[in-house]
């Protein structure tokens, strides 16, 4: 008789384990991401929670604000123990930082987590005394945006693709085509070596990409003047509404703590009408704005739907995205496409063009049950767990076949199998 086959959870809180590190990290995919990734660390943590690893879930997000930097920027990558694996590498940020780290940010999921922490935690001292320790860094990361990354419509400019985590979305493509490419990168991209090229940003994004790690790193990496120092600054609409809900999942928290709410309201309510500013009533859907081109870029992509997750779409609007979300299921085998699939920008096999990510669906379903869409939100649970079950935990799939595709044995995917898809 051959080995028991092991279950969908069993495999996923097997990814954890293997990508967990010594230092008290986990690293999205061993080999392509071999360091800790700020957004990513949210989902790991509810994910070592749900595996019954409360020590192991908090622990991941001290990991990362042990990182913050004074201003109360989180830098996207920790490079904690250096590797030859990846690139851009910390002598290519040249950041000065101890530990070293890159000098943008991405969105603020681990606020959020670590708020769902606090609430679920059974062992309500620990809860009480990890989550309180946490507590002043998650709100000086708040307040660092709020301040220096509030942009003309009040939602939060990111400086860097790489900042949405949605690194080369079509959304981009306008505002990053204006930055000047440099001519050559440094050195070899470490991400061909274990995913097809067909299924990652192309190297003259990545030309790009490098063009405003270099413009950000001769000003010195001032963290209060990136929006102006950059070429590139675009309000988004996840990582705006990402923040969102980390203020107001903060703000409801505080009573418990003794603390006060109302600048973290504030805040939240700040965020939710800059959102609200990027309708788009010609399209119908969210859409980010370019600061230096002064317009709304992009087709309809994932980023907009997420405006639901923050509260901050109408009913009506609310109504006319879930209604696009099911047409853009039709013809394909499984949904969300990151892309509307009949723009011509769609790729379904390229990273943030098109592929479904579990991160995105669990998102979207939750913003849809936010507004009533239950039905439609259990379906997209129940359309991820087959495909989970079907293809295991990649980086994302593609939505025609549900093939894996990019990074496999990948962390955050892993760890929603445990919160989210497993009952
Ligand atoms: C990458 O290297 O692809 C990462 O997404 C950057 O954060």
Redesign the pocket.
């Known amino acids: 008789m051959g080995p028991r086959q092991m279950s969908t959870s069993e495999n996923a809180h097997r990814v954890l384990q293997r990508n967990r590190q010594p230092g008290g990290y986990t690293v999205p995919a061993e080999g392509?991401?071999p360091y800790q990734?700020c957004w990513d660390s949210g989902p790991i943590a509810l994910g070592w929670a749900a595996a019954g690893d409360w020590d192991q879930a908090w622990t991941e997000l001290e990991r990362l604000m042990s990182a913050q930097w004074d201003s109360g920027m989180v830098p996207?990558?920790i490079f904690w123990e250096v590797s030859d694996d990846?690139?851009p590498g910390p002598e290519d940020w040249g950041t000065q930082h101890d530990p070293p780290t890159?000098g943008i940010t991405?969105p603020p999921l681990p606020v959020t987590a670590a708020v769902r922490l606090c609430q679920q935690d059974p062992d309500r001292a620990r809860a009480k005394e990890r989550f309180g320790a946490l507590w002043p860094k998650l709100v000086a990361w708040i307040e660092w945006l709020d301040r220096a990354r509030r942009g003309p419509h009040g939602a939060l400019v990111v400086v860097h693709p790489?900042e949405s985590?949605m690194?080369n979305a079509p959304t981009w493509d306008g505002p990053l085509g204006r930055v000047p490419a440099i001519d050559e990168l440094p050195l070899a991209r470490r991400?061909l070596e274990s995913v097809a090229a067909s299924q990652?940003?192309s190297n003259e994004e990545y030309r790009r990409y490098m063009a405003i790690v270099e413009a950000l790193r001769d000003r010195g990496w001032n963290t209060e003047r990136q929006a102006e120092d950059g070429p590139f600054a675009v309000e988004d609409v996840a990582f705006t509404a990402i923040a969102t809900r980390a203020a107001s999942d903060l703000a409801a928290v505080a009573p418990e703590l003794g603390q006060d709410a109302s600048a973290l309201e504030a805040s939240a309510t700040r965020l939710r009408s800059g959102i609200a500013a990027l309708w788009d009533d010609e399209m119908e859907w969210f859409r980010p704005y370019d600061v230096r081109g002064e317009q709304l870029v992009g087709p309809a992509t994932a980023t907009g739907v997420l405006a639901m997750w923050a509260n901050a779409a109408t009913p009506a609007q609310a109504h006319a995205i879930a209604i696009r979300l099911g047409e853009w299921s039709e013809g394909l085998k499984y949904g969300v496409p990151t892309c509307d699939p009949e723009h011509h920008l769609f790729e379904p096999e390229r990273?943030w063009r098109g592929p479904v990510w579990v991160i995105v669906n669990w998102l979207v379903a939750e913003g849809l049950s936010q507004y009533g869409f239950d039905a439609h939100a259990a379906e997209i649970r129940a359309m991820t767990s087959e495909l989970v079950a079907a293809a295991g935990d990649s980086e994302y799939y593609d939505p025609r076949t549900g093939e894996g595709i990019g990074g496999r044995g990948f962390s955050w995917s892993a760890a929603l199998t445990l919160a989210w898809l497993v009952p």
Do not use: A, E, N, S
């Open positions: 392509l991401y990734w996207h990558i990846y690139f890159t991405q790489w985590g690194d991400d990652r940003p990273y």
